[in-house]
């Protein structure tokens, strides 16, 4: 029987106008390499950092939400490693007094969560004169924001869940997009098998973080994986391969290790470092931060959190589960949602809404990624007009659609359509009164065609029915 424990370690970069210690543009989209670069950044000498503020702030306010302790002080130091894509040789990050400590998400422990620069971006295109690497430095500095989980994961699946709801939660504060296809995220994972002893269970209670009275495997890192279906694919190949090495006798090395994509293993890079090869010390360039002194990093606008979101759709009583994920998952439909909900109050109006989102509009952002939503008060107008039955359905699916109210047909002319459709569909008309229903849904069509769809069915059908007898 064998235990496993996984800790997750998590980089996002953070949505600020510029980098983390100087003015130039935090683009993530910025395709021409080495455009947002300047003396700073590139680490030229006798250039000088100045933090970012609005960082500090994103990342205490994902502190809070997840319940951590912000700090009172902080400060950066210097992890020195040598790299291309690092031009000082050494990256600015934190040690010892990281912005956040502790707090869950997910119901998963945290360690910390502290603020960094993040690296270049290294190609390695092959040319017909041979191998080659190039540095886009663009992305060199941009605000990153790390998280480290405590080691008290215990599947590749609750890896995904977590990783999805920091993503989600992220997107939900404004603090980041964390697109993992464009490298806004990235998780590093730290997986360790043991042999379970008799008195412990499969999978120790969560309370146990840190695996007290249990000794854990040797710990392996894979790094950079970019997306969600890597992450639960990477840790589970590791645990098999940890698993087969125990149970042949072998021995697992310490080390970091690479996800391939295309041969779904593993692979080994370097042997792991700690923390005493890299070398900290406070950057002697950066002043610390008294944040218990300065006000403005301790008052948030704090809006509804992922799983406060859940409970309240919950509530509802008419969503099924996939159709509350459905809502949060996108901020923008969330907010949409949750005006809408405010404007009608009534739950029949409500479900309506949440139709006419889930089907409708998502369905076109599906189709059109770019296409604008509908505003709040322009939504819950159709809603009204469709319930009430102003408007029919393929006529409110335009207007919401095109953002477009078109005038509800009046009522009062519906005989003469009926009439009208009546006449010139005689042999229609012989074929209802022998019977066939079907005739009824054509002189239905067209009718509702003359009207240019802006009728009410139910409304032209009792008008074609009178007529007819």
């Known amino acids: ?50 933090i970012n503020k609005e960082a500090v702030r994103k990342v205490l306010l994902v502190g809070k939400a997840v319940g951590g302790t912000l ?24 040690y010892q007094h990281p912005l956040v400590s502790a707090g869950v998400l997910a119901g998963v422990a945290l360690t910390r969560i502290h603020l960094e620069e993040d690296t270049a971006r290294s190609q390695h295109p092959s040319t017909g004169s041979g191998d080659i690497s190039l540095v886009d430095y663009n992305r060199a500095g941009v605000p990153l924001l790390e998280l ?20 989600l939660l992220l997107r939900t504060l404004g603090a980041g997009e964390a697109n993992m296809e464009k490298g806004e995220m990235r998780v590093e994972a730290n997986i360790s098998v043991s042999k379970a002893t008799p008195s412990e269970s499969d999978f120790p209670s969560k309370s146990d973080s840190l695996g007290l009275g249990s000794k854990l495997g040797t710990k392996v890192e ?29 021995a697992v090395a310490q080390e970091t290790r690479g996800w391939d994509e295309i041969k779904n293993a593993t692979y080994p890079q370097r042997k792991k470092e700690g923390s005493a090869d890299y070398r900290y010390f406070p950057d002697p360039d950066i ?30 009583g008419f969503l099924q589960e996939q159709d509350i994920e459905q809502l949060i998952v996108d ?64 006529q409110a699916k335009r207007a919401i659609l095109s953002g477009e109210m078109v005038a509800a047909f009046d009522d009062r002319e519906m005989p003469a359509i009926a009439r009208k459709v009546i ?33 009410n069915p139910q409304a032209l059908t009792e008008a074609i029915q009178k007529i007819l007898g």
Request: hydrophobic share 40%; with cysteine; net charge neutral.
């Open 331 to 394: 901020p923008d439909l969330a907010s949409l949602f949750g005006a809408v909900e405010q404007i009608l109050a009534e739950p029949t109006l409500v479900k309506t809404a949440a139709n006419f989102i889930l089907n409708d509009i998502v369905g076109q952002k599906k189709k059109d990624s770019a296409w604008p939503l509908p505003g709040a008060a322009y939504l819950a107008e159709v809603v009204r007009n469709y319930n009430s039955g102003i408007m029919a359905s393929p």
């Open 222 to 250: 894979v790094k950079n994986l970019n997306s969600f279906r890597s992450v639960e694919r990477a840790i589970a190949y590791e645990i098999e391969r940890q698993s087969e090495l125990l149970r042949s006798g072998g």
């Open 148 to 167: 480290v989980t405590e080691p008290v994961i215990h599947s590749a699946q609750d890896a995904g869940v977590f990783a999805r709801e920091l993503q």
């Open 1 to 50: 029987m064998y235990k496993v424990t996984v800790g997750l370690e998590i980089h996002a970069e953070l949505k600020t106008a510029t980098k983390m210690f100087c003015a130039c543009r935090n683009d993530a989209d910025e395709k021409v390499p080495n455009k947002n670069i300047c003396p700073v950044c590139m680490a030229h000498p006798g250039s000088l950092p100045v």
């Open 287 to 316: 002043p610390s931060l008294r944040l218990g002194e300065i006000s403005t990093f301790r008052h948030f606008d704090m809006p509804e959190l992922p799983w406060q979101q859940r409970e309240r759709l919950r509530g509802l």
């Open 423 to 455: 006449d010139a569909n005689p042999a229609v008309v012989a074929d209802y009164k022998a019977g066939k229903g079907a005739a009824l849904q054509f002189l239905i069509g067209q009718g509702m065609r003359e009207s240019k769809g802006r009728s």
């Open 71 to 94: 700090a009172g002080y902080t400060e950066f130091d210097r992890k020195n490693y040598f790299y291309p894509d690092i031009p000082k040789g050494y990256q600015i990050s934190q």
